[in-house]
């Protein structure tokens, strides 16, 4: 029987830790803001435009940035405090959020234009490229080694808190208090996040550079030796691109059902739920070493969910679809980050933690344009069944079997 000591601390132990606890609270607090923000631009750009294509490049401004800044951002995860960085990260967060907000409060929704919500849109993306490889990477600093599988499951649980709540409370903060104040508790959330990260950094340990290098091409170089992490770093990236139609094509396909703004956030609120439930999966089973069926049954289940949304003829139907979608978004994410953890040294996280942010975060503006492309040109249904079906085929990368092999020298 395995004792306690060999499991490490249980989720509910993890979460009242002072260090981990801390940095879980504030990550939910930043993810919400950020759904908030995403809500709010993307309705604001659909007034403003009536094109899927507009609210599709609001999203490529917005995780540009985790492509551009990743050559330097990932090496400073791995030659810097980790914490601090975080915290520098919300800095453009709340500049981003609280800019757009003082924006709206002078000029109103109807005088606003596009650019503007662009611009700000970006500085939100320029602050979660800054942070992203370092929020990854100090996930295991927090536990001790057996307790990394469960901490990737929790950690998990602020992205998906953030999807779930963050869309519904930013649909009727618009709806009710309109949008300058929707982006003010956004920014709120960022700033409280940014000061757990300035604490958790007076703790943190030294860490020594990689024998491998210290820059990005040497994290490159790493990743071409390792095809496991290669492998892996893709079905990442169908988890992220699958992630974008909660998002992109969600205005258009509200209003293909004749629902009213808020059911834009209700669907994002679906997806997040059903993502809830699925870290909820990841964090009971994530004990164990070696790969299992996690990332692959979670590929599936996602791509499978997208693909019948345009067979659902009702709101409540589209909202199911959408958490289960969700479901299979997290165990698939909280599988392959769990394996990358585990076959990644500690002073190479960061730089492929960096390559974990574009594969998740930077692959969102190519998803973004051919789901804005494909739903004008042939309609939200074709969108969402090509996707579903990209989604769907990640996965056979990510069988246990395929992994093994992969990792052998």
């Avoid at 998906?160 to 930013?170: E, T």
């Avoid at 095809?227 to 169908?238: A, C």
């Avoid at 590929?299 to 969700?326: E, H, N, Q, R, Y």
Wanted: glycine share 14%; proline share 6%; net charge neutral.
């Amino acid at each position: 029987m395995t004792t306690t000591s060999d499991a490490g601390r249980s989720s509910w132990q993890l979460i009242r830790d002072p260090r981990f606890g801390s940095f879980i609270l504030g990550k939910t607090l930043a993810f919400i803001g950020v759904w908030i923000h995403n809500v709010v631009a993307a309705v604001i750009a659909w007034e403003i435009t009536h094109s899927a294509t507009w609210v599709a490049i609001v999203s490529v401004v917005q995780f540009l940035p985790q492509i551009l800044l990743a050559p330097v951002v990932g090496p400073m995860a791995d030659r810097s405090s980790r914490g601090r960085q975080v915290a520098y990260g919300r800095v453009f967060c709340v500049a981003g959020s609280g800019g757009l907000a003082i924006w709206l409060w002078i000029t109103g929704v109807g005088d606003i234009g596009i650019w503007p919500v662009l611009l700000m849109t970006f500085t939100v993306g320029v602050g979660f490229a800054i942070s992203g490889p370092a929020m990854q990477a100090m996930v295991p600093d927090l536990v001790e080694p057996v307790e990394v599988g469960r901490a990737v499951g929790l950690d998990s649980v602020p992205t998906m808190l953030g999807r779930a709540a963050g869309p519904a409370i930013g649909a009727l903060l618009l709806a009710f208090a309109g949008a300058a104040t929707a982006l003010g508790v956004a920014m709120i959330g960022h700033l409280v996040f940014g000061v757990i990260g300035v604490l958790l950094a007076r703790d943190e340990v030294p860490r020594e550079i990689s024998p491998d290098g210290g820059g990005f091409v040497d994290g490159l170089r790493y990743i071409r030796r390792h095809p496991v992490v290669i492998l892996l770093l893709l079905g990442v990236t169908g988890v992220g691109m699958g992630a974008d139609p909660v998002v992109t094509l969600a205005p258009a396909l509200a209003h293909d059902l004749g629902g009213s703004d808020a059911l834009v956030g209700y669907f994002g609120s679906a997806f997040g739920i059903g993502a809830v439930l699925g870290s909820v999966i990841s964090a009971a089973v994530g004990g164990g070493s070696r790969p299992t069926m996690a990332p692959v049954a979670g590929l599936l289940v996602m791509g499978a969910g997208l693909a019948v949304i345009p067979l659902m003829p009702t709101p409540w139907g589209v909202c199911l679809a959408f958490l289960v979608s969700g479901v299979g978004f997290t165990v698939a994410l909280a599988g392959c980050t769990t394996s990358l953890h585990r076959v990644v040294p500690t002073s190479m996280r960061g730089r492929v933690m960096s390559l974990w942010v574009i594969a998740f975060m930077g692959t969102r503006p190519v998803a973004a344009i051919v789901n804005g492309v494909l739903a004008d040109g042939f309609g939200t249904g074709v969108a969402l069944v090509t996707m579903g079906l990209f989604v769907a085929a990640t996965g056979a990368l990510c069988l246990p079997r395929v992994l093994q092999h992969a990792s052998r020298p």
